[in-house]
């Protein structure tokens, strides 16, 4: 299949194309192995739901700010040393993680900007890349290789994490795969060694992308999409793993339940891999969308891991659908915007910048929810209002298609 859909690709972009996924699996399974713990992490020490929105609302906080400050520096620096530098603070990040030990709660606010810090230089430059890398004829083929290689980090990573927390006692578990990230985050340096040099000179304009959004439709509208799948993901990426493990008390079991996801997600992405065209992404989005929100019903009325499990398995059918041909049309829509050659770095970095606007106003939602309904009863009411981000998302881009198609 590799083969098949890369024939006329040339060996230079072969050999990008590939150690840009590497790169890619060795990110998303360092973080597949413990992201997902360490809110569970946090949570065990401190018992307060507000601290982990506060954490994770801090680090799509620093997101943003990093893409806003330190934006302009990746048209006067090679992109593949910010996308080192990002995975080094990842790696502080860890270390800090480990040295707090049993304390790290209580400086969750330090922990969120390192870690907001670190995904927004490595995202920053990765998203570049994959823009200059790929060209509409790979791109299909690189998101849906891309989302394959998080499935089978999500599929190793947490499960393994889920086991050896279960077996150490104590933190010591939780301690053990924070180190096992570190060292993947380190490989993932040594890797993009390899990786081609690519400078962009010019100046910074992203004023000039802001102003687009009043001449280009297609642009303003993505951006939108964009938000509201921001708004689902804001609170769903930190409360879910959660919720299951609150639902168990067994770390073992959230690490099968992602596992069941992640199966579930390769699988998919191989099929979309071979038959998302873009004439039918916009069917691909809304049909996970409408799935992904019925699914949240089973979720409310889960009670045993079973559940769960089937839970996971659904989410891993239908979020590959939805995302693969939404990044897609993305990358197509910035690709044939105003000065998309000149200008590729300002119109990414504000479209991430939109994207962790709409999860951080998701949190501070999340956040004065809490402070009117219990916790039990929010957590039920938030995935319920919440889940219909990305039903708003697929509403936006039919309409983009019907433009194009009048």
Not at 60 to 77: A, E, H, M, N, P
Not at 319 to 344: C, E, H, Q
Request: net charge positive; hydrophobic share 50%.
């Amino acid at each position: 299949m590799f083969s098949n859909q890369l024939s006329g690709v040339s060996h230079n972009e072969k050999k990008n194309l590939g150690l840009l996924l590497v790169i890619g699996l060795l990110y998303t399974l360092g973080i597949a192995l413990s992201n997902i713990f360490v809110n569970i992490f946090l949570w065990k020490q401190s018992e307060e739901l507000y601290i982990l929105a506060l954490y994770n609302l801090t680090t799509y906080i620093t997101q943003g700010l990093i893409f806003i400050l330190f934006g302009k520096w990746v048209k006067r620096i090679d992109r593949v040393i910010i996308l080192r530098a990002g995975i080094f603070v990842i790696s502080v990040f860890f270390i800090s993680v480990l040295l707090l030990s049993t304390k790290a709660s209580d400086y969750f606010y330090v922990l969120g900007i390192l870690i907001g810090a670190g995904y927004a230089l490595f995202w920053l430059a990765y998203n570049i890349l994959i823009f200059e890398v790929t060209e509409p004829y790979t791109r299909d083929f690189f998101n849906g290789m891309f989302g394959a290689l998080q499935s089978i980090s999500g599929m190793v990573g947490p499960v393994t994490a889920g086991w050896i927390i279960t077996v150490l006692t104590g933190f010591k578990g939780y301690l053990t795969i924070f180190f096992i990230s570190f060292v993947l985050f380190i490989i993932a340096i040594i890797c993009s060694i390899f990786l081609e040099r690519r400078e962009v000179s010019g100046s910074y304009h992203i004023k000039e992308v802001i102003k687009e959004r009043k001449n280009n439709k297609h642009w303003r509208q993505i951006l939108n999409a964009h938000f509201f799948q921001g708004m689902r993901e804001g609170v769903f990426l930190f409360l879910i793993g959660l919720w299951v493990y609150l639902g168990t008390q067994s770390e073992l079991i959230v690490g099968i339940y992602n596992a069941i996801y992640a199966v579930a997600s390769l699988i998919m992405y191989q099929i979309i891999t071979r038959f998302v065209k873009p004439e039918n992404r916009k069917i691909l989005i809304t049909v996970g969308a409408i799935f992904l929100y019925i699914s949240v019903i089973w979720l409310v009325y889960s009670e045993s891991s079973l559940d769960y499990y089937i839970y996971g398995g659904v989410l891993g059918i239908f979020i590959p659908l939805f995302l693969a041909p939404l990044l897609s049309v993305s990358y197509d829509i910035i690709g044939k915007a105003k000065n998309a050659r000149d200008y590729r770095v300002e119109y990414i970095i504000f479209r991430d910048i939109i994207l962790n606007m709409g999860r951080a106003l998701s949190l501070i939602l999340f956040l004065i929810g809490l402070a009117i309904f219990t916790e039990e009863q929010w957590m039920i009411y938030s995935v319920l209002t919440f889940g219909v981000g990305y039903f708003f998302t697929a509403m936006i881009i039919i309409n983009i298609h019907k433009k194009d198609e009048t």
